[in-house]
């Protein structure tokens, strides 16, 4: 399989690189993509960088170059409802952006609400960007499938209701949507999971866990592709 790995930086997988005895040999032209092979799988590791404006232009760059057998996005995010664990992975199936927009009165207005955005318009699905390629892989089935949204206000303790409320949301990201959007675009199958490293209805936060789960699906998920 022809797979590509998107992080926010290469750190967060260190010990999935090292379980494997791999190295990582970065791109010529774009350095912020490396190239190895794990298993019989020929795997590209791209570096995102913080924010969904990096994203989509090293992404968008990276699909230039060709198509892969599955594009799967790892990162570390917050959760809005109690029920979602410290740990635990989510597949986010369902993307909207969570706080483009602009407050008018008291209400929160977003972009599809200003007439920015267009639900009926390319790549929506259903209204918003849905991922069609969720029923692809069994091996995804055990990861509870969520909504998530992007925001550019992280971990923001007064908003993250508001948001939870208005869009129903599960999650929140830096840059989630900016991944779904080019993989909908250029119509590659993909997964984004994304691993709970803090709940903002509790207050409880653990990153090394997160970080340890993260690896651990990304060592077993390598197996069973």
Not at 8 to 36: G, M
Not at 114 to 137: D, I, W
Request: with cysteine; aromatic share 12%.
């Amino acid at each position: 399989m022809r797979l590509l790995i998107v992080v926010p930086e290469l750190r967060l997988i260190e010990p999935f690189i090292r379980h494997y005895k791999t190295a990582l040999q970065v791109d010529e032209a774009l350095t912020y993509l490396y190239h190895t092979k794990i298993l019989h799988h020929d795997i590209d590791v791209m570096e995102s960088g913080s924010g969904v404006f990096q994203l989509v232009y090293k992404l968008t760059k990276v699909f230039g170059l060709g198509k892969y057998h599955l594009a799967l996005k790892l990162n570390t995010g917050v959760a809005y409802k109690e029920k979602h664990s410290l740990g635990d992975v989510l597949n986010i199936i369902n993307e909207k952006p969570g706080d483009y927009g602009s407050y008018e009165d008291g209400m929160w207005k977003d972009l599809y609400e200003h007439n920015l955005l267009n639900q009926s318009e390319t790549p929506h699905v259903r209204g918003s960007f849905v991922n069609m390629t969720n029923a692809y892989l069994n091996i995804f089935l055990p990861f509870r499938k969520v909504l998530g949204i992007s925001v550019n206000n992280f971990r923001d303790k007064d908003g993250y209701a508001i948001k939870r409320e208005k869009y129903n949301a599960d999650c929140e990201t830096t840059d989630g949507v900016g991944f779904s959007y080019v993989c909908l675009y250029e119509k590659q199958l993909f997964y984004h999971l994304c691993v709970v490293e803090r709940n903002m209805e509790t207050g409880a936060e653990n990153s090394s866990l997160a970080a340890q789960n993260l690896n651990e699906v990304l060592v077993d998920l390598l197996q069973k592709l």
